[in-house]
Each structure stands twice: as structure tokens, then as C-alpha cells.
């Protein structure tokens, strides 16, 4: 996993993963991966699935890349915590897949929470040829 700046800004957790790396087969059961370990963190609220390839494609002038087939965020809260207003502005967290032709890159962004970044990471490099995902 590797953490990039994007567009010098913003802190971006990456992982490239080869279909062969890992026992998912599409972006469906990626997401699945995460909804099951979101769903079962007391702490954690699943709220849904944003389907970003099907959005753009309905877009006038919506773009996708050639190598793109799939694009999806599933959208969850770590938020046990209100300490102050501006807090909202980093919730909730988002984490994206999308399936080119024999990777996956799985991405999200640096939580200001340290424990909601530690879990998001364990969770995206669980999808390393786990045998527990199916």
C-alpha cells in the first residue's frame, strides 16, 4: 500500500492489486468484502454504494478512460465522536475500487482519525489472496 499526494493536496492511500492476487472477482465482491467488515464494527455505519461508472456514463459530457470497465465508493462512518463542526467536513469516508483489465486499485483517503486509517488499511490489504473472502 502506498500513500501518494493527489493534485499536492490531498493524502491518498493506494493499492494496486492484481486479479490474481486476490480470491475477488469483481469490483461487486470487493465491496462486499468491505460492506461484511463494516457491518460487523459496532462503530462503523454502513450508509451505501455509489456506483460512479454507471453515474458517468449518464453524464452529457461525462469522461471515462478507456482502461477503466468498473468504478464504484462504498460510503461508511466512523463517527463515535462530534468534538467540533469542522469535523463534518472530513465525514463520511469513502472508500474507491475500480477494476481495470487485470488490476484492481483500491484508494481512499488519509483519515484524520488515526484508528478509522489503521482499520481502512487493514482492511484493503486483507483482499490479498484472503481465503475468508469468497
Known amino acids: 500500500m502506498r500513500q501518494t499526494l493527489l493534485q499536492e493536496k490531498y ?9 490474481n492476487e486476490t480470491n475477488c472477482k469483481s469490483v461487486d465482491e470487493i465491496l462486499m468484502h468491505f460492506k461484511t467488515i463494516i457491518e460487523s464494527n459496532p462503530i462503523v455505519k454502513f450508509i451505501g454504494i455509489f456506483d460512479h461508472y454507471a453515474y458517468t456514463t449518464t453524464l452529457p459530457d461525462g469522461f471515462i478512460a478507456d482502461e477503466i470497465r468498473d468504478a464504484k465508493n462504498i460510503i461508511f462512518c ?5 468534538k467540533n463542526p469542522g469535523v463534518m467536513a472530513v ?3 469513502s472508500i474507491g475500487i475500480v477494476e481495470l483489465e487485470n488490476t484492481f486499485i483500491i484508494t481512499f483517503l488519509e483519515a484524520p482519525n488515526p484508528v478509522a486509517n489503521a482499520a481502512m488499511e487493514e482492511w484493503t490489504k486483507m483482499l490479498k489472496r ?4 469468497k
Do not use: A, C
Not at 78 to 82: A, D, L, S
Open 91 to 93: 465525514r463520511p469516508r
Open 130 to 133: 484472503d481465503e475468508s473472502i
Open 11 to 19: 493524502p491518498v492511500y493506494t493499492l494496486e492489486l492484481d486479479k
Open 78 to 82: 466512523f463517527g463515535k465522536e462530534i
